[in-house]
């Protein structure tokens, strides 16, 4: 427990974007959540249960790289990812590449799958092998 937090605050993650409404809907979608706030500066979704929620806000930077994968010496790498498990994986990945995911030829493991998202942020699509 995060000193000071109570259990009914939210947490959640917060990507940049240069089209938040798009990479908004690509996550609302992806993840079957429902759009809690659809502004032209942020985008929040809400988890169906608990208290997170996952934002979209505009990239703050002129000088934003998008990240690559996998890293490459001089270029900007990935500084945080989402995970998200999923009962099909085959199915998974061919649904968030139909929503614009690109999967990229380097896979470091047979039971997960690195994606980009539209704006290039790395996630990855997993099946629970336990």
Known sequence: ?????????????????????????????????????????????????????????????AEYARPVWPAVDGRQQMMIHLDVEVGDLDAAVAHAVEMGATLPDHQPQDDVRVLLDPAGHPFCLYVDSS
Not at 13 to 27: K, Q, S, T
């Open 1 to 61: 427990m995060v000193r000071g937090r109570s259990n009914g605050h939210y947490w959640g993650v917060v990507l940049d974007a240069p089209d938040v409404r798009a990479l908004g809907r690509f996550y609302a979608e992806l993840l079957d959540w429902e759009v809690y706030r659809d502004e032209p500066n942020e985008v929040t979704l809400a988890a169906p249960e608990g208290n997170a929620y996952l934002a979209v806000q505009p990239q703050h930077s």
